[in-house]
């Protein structure tokens, strides 16, 4: 790893010397820090016995200097150090298990370079993908993949996750798509994870796959060097509906067998529909829509939609009219709207192969039914291999028994994916039990190994990925955890079914 040059003088990356004086914004106030407590899922307030979600300080850096000087300071108090996005991710992995110091990474929002010669752009990790897209956009490129979440969710904390959204089946992860990274690492020392210029090939490990998806445990991500590319000629979605999700499972594997590349590929079911409508936004009565959107040449995405009419028509689907595609796209970013009832959404989040879509779908319907849930099923085509499924549903998840019985739906959705070859999405702090499950005991003890070496003192993000830890200074075991998410399932089994939403569903049927 390259050492981070703070004088560098590359255009819009020259900086000034790390002896000057920063007046960096931080905050004590109880209040604020409050709001550090939680991300897209709220904690409720008993869980503070447990974990000390509350930061005892709040900072914001706007430099990749003074982050470093911020990790340099913790580092010497041996203070944790937790890293925050814009908090869009519901598995805790911005939220202090242990107190310490929250690192708000949104004031670090610069665009600091668009090479349009090399086709890169070089941003702080603070700003949003949709920022980054639109500047982007006026220049006549765009970024291959992003996030759902892009007007909300920041550079790092997508790429801390692991970064699969839209996008990708065409042009691969957030991950294929970065060049070059600047992480200060739990020392304080700023590093280049690779080149800005060239892929990591043949020039040993590719260290840029050490810090994607890692959850912020191992660094702060400071400025992420990415592939741009120039816009294409046509961005044309197309939707199709069906009687019932399962039905366009026989389209799927055969169209991932074709030449027809779609950019992105989504699906949501009739409930998912049927909520939208109850808030009064537009949406299709319909067993469940498919939109492929297709991008390249008038010649080559015109080929690929006659192609997809037949794949869709011969298996039953219903070619949408062009302005429910569009409409369909332009909503990509916002599939969790109806949290706009004033209620939590709750969404599950895993990957499974595709030839198991069929029986990790039946058996999602079975668990639904199981918990007495009214849960929505929406996802993604990730890839010709790989299915995203994102059921949610609804509830008040600042009241301990919702949130517990939350975490034991998203468990067993899990167990269901790992049955089936796939598995669940993200650790956080409540599924780091799952590690070993996902790399094996020796993938998941090399893991440590590499945690510890990289972090000695066991303050950058402690408490999430590879451990659950609590505010006490131990670790609740993997097993211990395991089977208390089992139980908060099994006890979401025998209590009321939860009726949000029903007053809102029943209008409709009026």
Known sequence: MRAYLSARAEGAHARVALKRVFKMETSNDKLERRLYSHDLAPLP????????????????PKYTEEVTQVVIKAASQNKPIVPRGAGTWGLGGSVPVKGGIS??????????????????????SGITWKA?????????????????????ATLGGWIGTGGTG????????????????????????????????????????NLNWLFIGSEGILGIVAEVTFKILPKPEVLRPLSYSFDHLSKFIPALKKLTRTEVTPMHIMFSDKLHFDYLRAIGKHAPEVGCMVTCTLTGSMESVDREEKLLDDIMTSAGGKKEPKELAEHEWAERNYEFRVRELGVGAIPGEILVPIDRFGAVLEGTEKL?????????????????????????YLTDEHKLVASTAAMGFAKRLGDLAFENGGRPV?????????????????????????????DPQGIMNPGK??????????????????????????????????KIGERELAKLKK
Request: glycine content about 12%.
């Open 45 to 60: 307030k008993e869980m503070d016995v447990i974990f000390k979600t509350m930061p005892d300080q709040v900072v914001r």
């Open 103 to 124: 690192v708000d990474m949104t004031g670090m929002n610069k665009i600091l370079e668009i090479d349009e010669t090399n086709l890169i752009v070089t941003a702080q």
């Open 132 to 152: 980054l897209a639109d500047a982007l956009d006026a220049k006549g490129y765009f970024l291959p993949c992003y996030p759902s979440s892009a007007p909300s």
């Open 166 to 205: 839209i996008g990708a089946y065409k042009y691969g992860t957030a991950g294929d798509i970065v060049r070059d990274m600047v992480v200060v690492l739990p020392n304080g020392a700023a590093v280049h994870t690779g080149d800005r210029y060239v892929p990591q090939n043949g020039g040993g490990p």
């Open 368 to 392: 639904i039914g199981q918990l007495k849930l009214k849960a929505p099923i929406i996802g993604t085509v990730a890839d010709r291999n790989t299915v995203m499924l994102m059921p949610y």
């Open 426 to 454: 993200g650790l956080g702090i409540f599924f780091a039990g799952n590690l070993a499950k996902y790399r094996g005991k020796e993938g998941a003890a090399l893991i440590r190994t590499i945690k510890d070496a990289i």
């Open 465 to 498: 990925t590879i451990e659950t830890g609590t505010r006490f200074g131990i670790s609740i075991p993997a097993f211990l955890m395991n089977f208390g998410m089992h139980m908060m399932g099994s006890m979401k089994r025998i209590l009321p079914r939860d």
